[in-house]
């Protein structure tokens, strides 16, 4: 039976050491040669003079000044403000509403003593705002939800906003007085 083993194996060196070169194609690790192909053009056409040329005719004339902008009616720009004082040692305040656009909260910035901070808010607009001021104390960060007692107030902790059903009829300056009338 070892004998029969060693002839097969001989046999399979031979077939082996016999086989000759690869033919191209063969190999898979050969790469084959390809013919000329035409590479596609870049860029504009030889014969741009043979295009036809379109004429759409002078443009129409606008008259801006009659232009209908698409811009919410009932959208009113209001300065809320909360005086340096009722914000003592502040190193920032935001404002928080209980409902949109207020409620992701608006950063104020300190200017001549107020914190102020301006916003679009819907004459329709129902809910409260308050005012978190942001300190630093002994090197750790506290912070304290106040409101501005000078604007209205439904309680001592949030102001509230007056709804309206127009901009005008609603009184915007309340919310940026930061002191008594």
């Known amino acids: 039976m070892k004998t029969l083993e060693i002839a097969l194996v001989a046999a399979l060196l031979l077939a082996c050491a016999c086989s000759g070169e690869p033919e191209q194609g063969d190999d898979p690790y050969t790469t084959p040669t390809l013919g000329e192909r035409p590479l596609p053009s870049v860029g504009r056409p030889d014969d741009v003079g043979s295009l036809p040329i ?3 005719g002078a ?30 040692g502040a190193s920032w305040v935001q404002l928080i509403g209980s409902a949109t656009p207020l409620a992701d909260g608006l950063l104020l910035t300190l200017d001549d003593g107020t914190w102020s901070v301006r916003a679009c808010v819907p004459s329709n607009y129902v809910g409260t705002y ?8 002994d090197g750790e960060l506290e912070e ?13 902790v949030d102001n509230l906003w007056l709804t309206a059903d127009t901009c005008e009829q609603n009184t ?3 919310h940026a ?4 009338p």
């Open 59 to 88: 443009p129409e004339e606008y008259d801006l000044s009659t232009l209908e902008y698409d811009v919410d009616p009932g959208c009113c720009n209001v300065t809320f403000a909360i005086a340096g004082d009722d914000a003592a």
């Open 130 to 137: 308050t005012y978190v001021v942001g300190r630093e104390v």
């Open 172 to 174: 915007l300056d309340l």
């Open 54 to 56: 379109l004429d759409a």
């Open 177 to 180: 007085q930061t002191s008594s």
């Open 144 to 156: 304290e939800v106040t409101h501005n007692p000078h604007a209205p107030s439904n309680d001592d």
